[in-house]
T-cell receptor
Framework: GAVVSQHPSWVICKSGTSVKIECRSL??????MFWYRQFPKQSLMLMATSNEGSKATYEQGVEKDKFLINHASLTLSTLTVTSAHPEDSSFYICSARDASLAEETQYFGPGTRLLVL | DAKTTQPTSMDCAEGRAANLPCNHS???????VYWYRQIHSQGPQYIIH???NNETNEMASLIITEDRKSSTLILPHATLRDTAVYYCIVGFNKFYFGSGTKLNVKP
């Protein structure tokens, strides 16, 4: 149980284009999902909290107009990197919390590696 | 910001117990202690969590001190596949990751 998937697992795009990453909870419903970014040899950095049916809340320093988050259903959240630039190249990881449980345990996806040329 | 402090790296012999410490002296009363691990180029894997009492599951044991200011993750019989970065996280809603401990299990 508690499986989270991400698609795609890796993507290469040209500078200036937009890239959409999907995060799905496969066997549970998630009212809250989270998006993280990880640069090489660094720890995970929380980018934003995605709540089903409402606007995402972004961490300080994260541009909400650049990283668009949509959480339209209880099993799907998407992150769109708009007008991507080489400095956006990173490992993007989502997590989801089981809505049926009172605990705050997050289950993480396998990550999406983005390379912007 | 992360509320935890962990050693940068630790070595452990295969088959022996690995004891990974974590300091969280500013933990609040309603915050849980979570442990995750990340194997290279993968998403973090949930290991265990606890509030006050010690916890054990099929993967590990979690020992939390009575004052809750520190905890220890115990892998009872480490294998080479346990080589990973282990993260101790204290939180109630959002998770802020620290640098973690790189555990090297050696044959």
């Amino acid at each position: 149980g508690a499986v989270v998937s991400q698609h795609p697992s890796w993507v290469i795009c040209k500078s200036g284009t937009s890239v959409k990453i999907e995060c799905r909870s496969l066997d549970f419903q998630a009212t809250t999902m989270f998006w993280y970014r990880q640069f090489p040899k660094q720890s995970l950095m929380l980018m934003a909290t995605s709540n089903e049916g409402s606007k995402a809340t972004y961490e300080q320093g994260v541009e909400k107009d650049k990283f668009l988050i949509n959480h339209a259903s209880l099993t799907l959240s998407t992150l769109t990197v708009t007008s991507a630039h080489p400095e956006d190249s990173s490992f993007y990881i989502c997590s989801a919390r089981d809505a049926s449980l009172a605990e705050e345990t997050q289950y993480f996806g396998p990550g999406t590696r983005l390379l912007v040329l | 910001d992360a509320k935890t402090t962990q050693p940068t790296s630790m070595d452990c012999a295969e088959g022996r117990a690995a004891n990974l410490p974590c300091n969280h002296s500013t933990i609040s009363g309603n915050e849980y202690v979570y442990w995750y691990r990340q194997i290279h180029s993968q998403g973090p894997q949930y290991i265990i969590h606890g509030l006050k009492n010690n916890e054990t599951n099929e993967m590990a044991s979690l020992i939390i001190t009575e004052d809750r200011k520190s905890s220890t993750l115990i892998l009872p019989h480490a294998t080479l596949r346990d080589t990973a970065v282990y993260y101790c996280i204290v939180g109630f809603n959002k998770f802020y990751f620290g640098s973690g401990t790189k555990l090297n299990v050696k044959p």
